[in-house]
């Protein structure tokens, strides 16, 4: 499992749950910013925008952690609406605030397409927190997300919330090991940045030929392929951990178990 260590922790349970026996080596880390400049503007004005649409559960403690550090009060969010992806409509619940938009298909697309059945949408204004990438290129789904939104018509603001990068290799040395040796049977990707990050901890396609590659989604599972790698793996249901799980036991089922060996 490539996830940053507070995703990792959830889907490791659901792959334990269905008796398989879970590798962590997250190949990104998520950290606080070293500049708030644009993110401290936006908050100060954070009345001024229709909408505020999440992608991410990091971005929403990132988002709400500065909130509270710039000791700024919650009912200033009142005027605006929430977009959120799958279970992280939980988080924001967690939090006191409001989903007003819970799209069908958990992904940025899926928020897109729902916010397109509103009639008054174009000339909204909508606040986005993305990531700021560090060693790593921005994956396509945020520039594309982005994109949607503009071409709906929408006033789009994007704010760097967090920053992601890329872990060093030399702490993996086991992990490593065991890719080369075939001893891990499934690497289980949750997104793009994830592969990003496991690709420059390889020398080439030999170390991880062995392993068959599963990936949460289709947009991750999209982007893998166009980073070189073939997916055997896809969860359809990509709401929550529990339908990765699910993805990969099934492909485990002709084998056994998947028990029997890593993810």
């Not at 990438?133 to 994109?147: C, H, T, Y």
């Not at 018509?153 to 075939?182: A, F, H, S």
């Not at 982007?223 to 073939?230: D, E, I, P, R």
């Amino acid at each position: 499992m490539t996830a940053p260590r507070n995703y990792a922790a959830r889907l490791s349970q659901q792959l334990i749950n269905q008796g398989g026996l879970p590798f962590l080596m997250p190949t990104i880390e998520t950290c606080l910013l070293e500049n708030f400049t644009e993110l401290d503007a936006a908050l100060q004005h954070i009345n001024t925008f229709d909408w505020i649409a999440f992608t991410s559960r990091n971005g929403i403690d990132a988002f709400f952690q500065r909130i509270e550090d710039l000791g700024l009060n919650l009912l200033l969010l009142t005027i605006c609406r929430f977009c959120a992806i799958g279970l992280d409509a939980e988080r924001l619940a967690a939090l006191g605030i409001k989903v007003d938009l819970l799209p069908k298909e958990p992904s940025p697309a899926g928020i897109i397409a729902e916010l397109a059945k509103i009639p008054d949408i174009a000339k909204k204004s909508v606040l986005v927190p993305v990531p700021e990438f560090v060693d790593l290129p921005e994956p396509d789904v945020i520039p594309s997300f982005i994109a949607g939104l503009e071409k709906l018509g929408m006033k789009v603001t994007r704010v760097p919330t967090y920053r992601t990068r890329c872990l060093d290799k030399n702490i993996y040395e086991v992990e490593l090991n065991l890719i080369r040796q075939g001893n891990i049977d499934v690497i289980a990707f949750s997104s793009t940045a994830e592969i990003a990050g496991f690709l420059q901890m390889v020398n080439s396609k030999r170390d991880y030929e062995h392993c068959v590659i599963g990936c949460f989604g289709p947009y991750t599972a999209a982007n893998a392929q166009k980073l070189g790698l073939k997916v055997s793996i896809v969860a359809q249901d990509y709401s929550s951990f529990a339908g990765f799980a699910d993805a990969i036991a099934l492909w485990a089922a002709p084998f056994g178990s998947i028990a029997n060996g890593g993810a």
